[in-house]
């Protein structure tokens, strides 16, 4: 087969590791670095420029799009299924899975268990917007964070409505959620792949703090998920469309709570944990469901 990687970075690891366990799999793989993709939309062919050439015989593609650039990342992919190549994951589901509050609307509709959580951007009454998640301590999150930047912890009322006050001058949408304190500082990154969590790490926060993010200094270790755990994370792959997701799960008294659905998910700290070949079983999933227009929005929703 013929597999283009939409990366930015050649040399980050889970593209050189896709790259390589494609290879071994004896597939013909190129990286294409999103930005650099360009085309025509009005053609009645649609087909993807880069480079001074058409990037047109390629059976699939994985995209690995930066949450920068999601934007232009989306339409590439869609032209790519628009002219029939199949996606690793579709745009839809990626935009879907960006939209922090569309996703949490999307799994609270289909019963997925998430913390108690509520949405604002400029509330007039503040302690109503406490109340409504069940008042202090909470977590404040600005939409726009990643790797943990942006979440606060506010352990008294007082706290709470100076953090929402200072993000509101922000003139930002920022989530108000229940504070999960018996997950102790740790969360369960599920990698899915199909039906399948293929993978799953525990992050645990240092002493001290309570976001468990690797880059805020937690560590990963493996874990054994129950079987509620591994169907909540398939539920929530499957609701954003995802077929490669990573799905981050708390462990409240009240089940599993899905956070977040990555639809990016890196390779590095999963491997690095598990030991499990992750890239492989990406390519293995492709093998077995790339078919020509075999996308299920080629490229509409
Ligand atoms: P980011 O997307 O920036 O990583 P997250 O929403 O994943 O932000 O939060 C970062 C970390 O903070 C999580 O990995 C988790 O350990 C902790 N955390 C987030 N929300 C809660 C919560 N409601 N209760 C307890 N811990 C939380």
Redesign the pocket.
């Known amino acids: 087969m013929k597999i283009g990687i939409l990366s930015r970075g050649p040399n980050l690891y889970s593209t050189r590791r896709l790259v390589e366990a494609a290879r071994e799999r004896g597939h013909d793989v190129e990286v294409l670095d999103t930005l650099h993709c360009y085309m025509n939309i009005n053609s009645l062919e649609p087909v993807v420029h880069y480079q001074g050439r058409e990037l047109k015989d390629f059976d699939a593609i994985i995209p690995r799009i930066g949450a920068s650039i999601t934007f232009y990342g989306a339409a590439v992919l869609r032209q790519f299924e628009m002219m029939g190549v199949y996606p690793l994951n579709e745009s839809v589901a990626i935009s879907r899975s960006r939209d922090k509050l569309r996703a949490m609307q999307l799994m609270s509709r289909k019963g997925i268990g998430m913390?108690v959580t509520g949405f604002a951007h400029s509330p007039d009454d503040i302690p109503d917007l406490i109340d409504l998640v069940g008042g202090a301590p909470l977590?404040i999150?600005l939409l726009e964070?990643?790797?943990?930047?942006?979440?606060v912890l506010a352990e008294t009322r007082k706290a709470a409505e100076s953090v929402i006050e200072a993000f509101m001058g922000l003139k930002t949408n920022i989530m108000v959620?229940?504070?999960?304190k018996e997950?102790g500082?740790?969360?369960i990154r599920c990698f899915v792949v199909g039906d399948k969590v293929v993978a799953s790490m525990k992050?645990q926060?240092p002493e001290g703090e309570?976001?468990?993010?690797l880059h805020r200094g937690g560590t990963a270790a493996v874990i054994r998920i129950t079987p509620e755990e591994r169907a909540t994370a398939v539920r929530a792959a499957k609701t954003m469309g995802l077929n490669v997701a990573g799905v981050?799960i708390?462990r409240s008294n009240h089940g599993p709570v899905v956070?977040?659905v990555n639809s990016s998910p890196g390779i590095q700290g999963i491997e690095e944990a598990t030991s499990i070949d992750v890239a492989s079983k990406i390519i293995q999933f492709i093998e077995k469901n790339a078919r020509v227009n075999h996308t299920r929005t080629r490229g509409k929703g």
């Open positions: 913390p977590v999150k964070g990643t790797q943990g930047i942006g979440v959620q229940e504070y999960i997950a500082g740790a969360d992050r926060a309570f976001r468990s993010n981050d708390l956070m977040e």
